[in-house]
């Protein structure tokens, strides 16, 4: 699906390369290791008791040099097993699945020297070029 | 390269004259380097020290002075001189007393070290390991007790670390790297501070992608174990609304600006 | 068991005593030896009791250096393994002789002559003496080349780190014999072949000799340069299905005819990378496979295109980076965690962090993961000192002798921020400028900045006035593609003219200002909003062989502020080497400025050009003049400008290129037309303005000098064509920075 790319715009492929073929072969109650040769290791696992794989794929678009990557396409397909680890069911996300909302601000806080600027700065100073032309 | 000095052509180069450099009893030395530690004068008796060292090799002092080399060293401020000095007693006189201390003076070392988490962590690596190894080899040791307070921090750091990156990756909305570093915090830091925001994180990243199932499960995890947490009512409420309710009282786009404007130039006095 | 010692004086029984207990005779005589303190030990059986007979080796007081000038003791002692208070032991003593030689001769004193001597002192102490003699300096005398045919030893030694020794000697080092720097300068020489067309290049083999009359080494290179090749047919192999190899041509940069250049294959490479994997095929590697054809000097080229292993990477580990934030690095890199790996996409990553110039080295490496489709890749760097204090001297013919200093850090507080603080003081002038500049605003790439500024000129006879301006600007910058960026400003600025009273007192001996400048007096505020576009294909920004650089600025000043103007000023110079180090460099400029509003356009808005323009003239020395009286020294501006130059430098033949002279010749012309000021006064009082716009010419030579001390030029012109009232000057001198 690749549209029309303008000149300055550039594409990323990010993450999983999602192949609908080898997804369509993965059916309910197929071995977890088969899924494994046909899909490779997943982007990521379930939180707990990793029991639903998760294959993410994305393609984010540069519009110009300065601006920031843009996802303009995203699927994710979801393999979910069994406690048996036996393909129970599969699930594709696509972008529209997706919510857009900010992410929380707050950070929890760390410690950690902090740089002080003077020390740092002459720490920094040693290209001491006197009489060579320094020049704007 | 060639000192500035040296590229004076008229000095005649050094001279010499025998000078009898009287070698005082180890005793007097050591007390003098004591008396210099009282005094603050930290560089003057790590010389004392090594001085004994150096004139009395194999003596009881040598030993003891050695290890008040890396103490004088680690009081004034030179920490990679005290921890190459403290692995030298240890490599010296593995089990005798004292190896504790050299121990712990090591760890420390690395640990006054540890800078904010937007920088290499490896001194924070190796304090861990120092300070689990004074644990392992040295269990009375009397240094133990302050040891495990500091692996604590240091594992928090290592997890701010894992956060810092974590973060760095959802702000650009590439999940895979969010959600692995999030789950590196679940899984091998969960005793320290950021499993809570871990595990906020996650709710967001899934909820961003549209698996509401795993971002229940991980609020579910977060509530479970932190119920009073501000995460938790934050992921609370993000599931509640499907995320279409504003979160915080996100100001504009220019205040947010000029936070990050001042960020940099508050950043000055740091 | 009891333990007798006996001979001991310095090492009391208890030491000795703790090698002898418990262990056999004949080892606790080895123990003994071993510590190395003692030059004989014997033990021996006497009834019940162990006797011990040692002899005492001397123990070093100190460790002293006579006749060394170059290095200091201090920095020599720590390297020797003879150490005050340890014992003296002969051998040792020997092996830093052979080291202290070592050391000087890696300085470049091969010729340095080192011995040793004992001094002996009371109760069994020794010192040790090292006499050094430093002969004189012992650089590369020479470095010449067989085998070559197609470029001189001067082309192939100026591609060279290493130089020889010459006068300025005192004040280099690169001139030391170093092996390592030869054998880094023999890959830059191989390099420079490849990129020339010398496929098959060799370098046979180097003999480097101590010639003892010259007191230097001699260094011959002896190179096989083989043939020229061109490049034959090129040709696209695409082992991946449905990538078309028509749309891949467009982006090959070898094309058959031309002179073969590895860094041209280099660079197809990344872009037929770039180009496979924009279509989906992250996977995908381009190799080229080169087949020489001797008889028909032709290399013929074909990308093999196929598809990689299927790899993501895990995780990204930047280490090393005590300074620089890891964000700073990590926003470098257009992949990350869970993207697929991609060697062009990570090379292109480990170029453009080295660009950063925050780092003294980058190193980009793989480690396997438990998975067998994952990698995790560590970014290993080293940060670098990024700050500069700097204190520079100049001397221009306009303004006189200049100080500088300034204190500039780029990686500050390792945000990757750019901080800048400069004064500057000089005869006619002084100066203060701040500037703070965030390449990354709101995680854009975009470079956002504040500069503040004040500036003070005194009245001379090119400008009977004293100007004192002082401002800000506010800047964003943005990069739209590698080459061509924008940059958005707005600036405020105050600027105070007042005239001194000489230049007042209608008394013309001693030259009187203009009526148009006494009526401008006073303070006025500029508030003025401005793009800048950039294109900027220069090779090398210090000293560009190729490329172009061109500058367009529109300016619209009016809001709030006393002056209202449009100006548009545009200037582009195109640099192309001729032949080998000869560099031919046109330049074009113009400019307009038109006042908006009802007034008059303000005096100080209008172009005062000179040299800038047309070498030989002086500042402020062409354009419309006030010629109401018989002095015709006031320059009153002009509001449209234009002017052309063309320029060739070249290497002195006979100078070594190492004094780094270089010639050039010119040829300038220019115009600089259409007072707008205003011309009747209070008071009725009128100027009459001559508006001359002849076009005005010179042609003139010029000696550059890249000296230690910076870059300096030397500019003479002779004047073609000038209008009457001109100001000519004919020399004109210019060195340490540029303000």
Redesign the interface.
Known sequence: C?QT?AP?S????????LDEAALEQVTPGMGAQQVLELM??P??V???GNQ?W?Y?S?TARRR??????E?VD?R?A?IYFTPQLRVERKAL?GL?????????????P????????VR????????????????? | CETVSALNPFGGGETYEPEIVETRPAAELYNEGLSLIDRGQYQSAADRFEEIEEAYPFSDFARRALVMQAYAQFAGGAYDDSSNTAQRYLQLYPGQDDADYAQYILAMSNYNQIPDITRDQTQTAQALRAFQELIDRYPNSDYVEDARAKIVFARDQLAGKEMEVGRFYLERRNYTGAINRFRTVVAEYQTTRHSEEALARLTEAYMAMGIVDEAQTAAAVLGHNFPESQWYRDSYALLQSGGLEPRENRDSWISRAFRGFTRAVVGVGG | QQVVVRGNSRIDDETIRAYVTGVSAEEARRNLVATGFFSDVRVSRQGGQLVVNVVENNVVNRVAFEGNRRLQSEALIPELQTRARQPYNPATVAADVERIQEIYRRTGRALATVSSRIVDLPDGRIDVVFTVDEGSKTGIRQISFTGNEAFSDGRLRDVMTSTESNFLSFLKTTDVYDPDRLAADLELIRRYYLRKGYADFRVVGTDVRFDEQREGYVIDIAVEEGQLYRVGNVDIDSRIADVPTEELRRRVLTREGQVYDATAVERTLVDLTTEVARRGYAFAQVRPAGERDPAAGVVNITYIVEEGPRVYIERINIRGNTRTRDYVIRRELDLGEGDPYNKVLIDRAERRLNNLGFFERVRISNEPSLSPDRVILNIDVEDRPTGSFSIAGGYSTADGFIGEVSLSEANFLGRGQAVRIAGSWGERTSGFDFSFTEPYFLGYRLSAGVDVFSRFSEASNTGRYDSRTTGGTLRFGVPITEQFSVTARYSLYQQDLDIPVIFRDNNPANGEASLALKEAEGETLTSLVGLTFTFNSLDNVRNPREGLYAELRPEIAGLGGDSEFFRITADARYYHEIFEDVVGIARVQAGHIAALGSEDLRILDHFFLGPSLVRGFRPSGIGPRDVSSADVANALGGTTYFGGSLEVQFPLPLVPRDFGFRGAVFADAGSLIDYEGRRVFSGGQTIVVDDNDEIRSSIGASLLWASPLGPLRFDYAYVLSQADGDRTQAFRFSGGTSF
């Open positions: 690749t790319i300055m550039e594409d990323f492929q990010r993450g999983y390369i490779g290791t982007s990521t379930s939180t707990v639903s998760y993410i994305q110009a040099a300065f601006m920031r990557q996802v995203q994710v979801a996300y529209e699945d997706g919510v857009i909302f900010d992410f929380i601000s707050r950070e929890t760390t410690g950690g020297a902090e740089q002080s600027f740092q700065l002459f720490r920094g100073v040693t290209s001491w070029n006197p009489l060579v032309g320094g020049g704007s």
